[in-house]
């Protein structure tokens, strides 16, 4: 069983940057490929990006390339993800994922964990 608490959101200016948290209870962290998500109002909730267990994977949707980063710290139960060049259409609430398993996907059903999500809104 793990548990997933997400912070870091927040309203920022279009071109900005933010830094999501992930805090993950457990002691088998390690072990557990990590996503994020996002759900814009009135919309399914969209792939961002995923990181396998030792952090030697990563995979991102086409909106968020070169603009976002996943990374990990397995010692602190966390993993992160830091948002770049940030546009309005980032604006969503981004849910934290996990799946103990060593491959990385892009689908929802595939992790069995959910954080509560956290608000970040940009504006133009």
């Known amino acids: 069983q793990v548990q997933l608490v997400e912070s870091g959101g927040g309203l920022v200016q279009a071109g900005g940057s933010l830094r999501l948290s992930c805090a993950a209870s457990?002691?088998?962290?390690?072990?557990?490929?990590m996503g994020w998500f996002r759900q814009a109002p009135g919309k399914e909730r969209d792939f961002v990006t995923a990181?396998?267990?030792?952090?030697?994977?990563?995979d991102y949707a086409d909106s968020v390339k070169g603009r976002f980063t996943i990374s990990r710290d397995n010692a602190k139960n966390t993993v992160y993800l830091q948002m770049n060049s940030l546009k309005p259409e980032d604006t969503a609430v981004y849910y934290c994922?996990?799946?103990?398993?060593?491959?990385?996907?892009?689908?929802?059903?595939?992790?069995?964990?959910w954080g509560q999500g956290t608000q970040v809104t940009v504006s133009s």
């Open positions: 994922a996990a799946d103990y398993s060593t491959a990385v996907s892009k689908e929802r059903s595939w992790y069995a964990y």
């Open positions: 457990g002691r088998t962290f390690s072990r557990y490929t």
């Open positions: 990181i396998s267990w030792s952090g030697g994977s990563t």
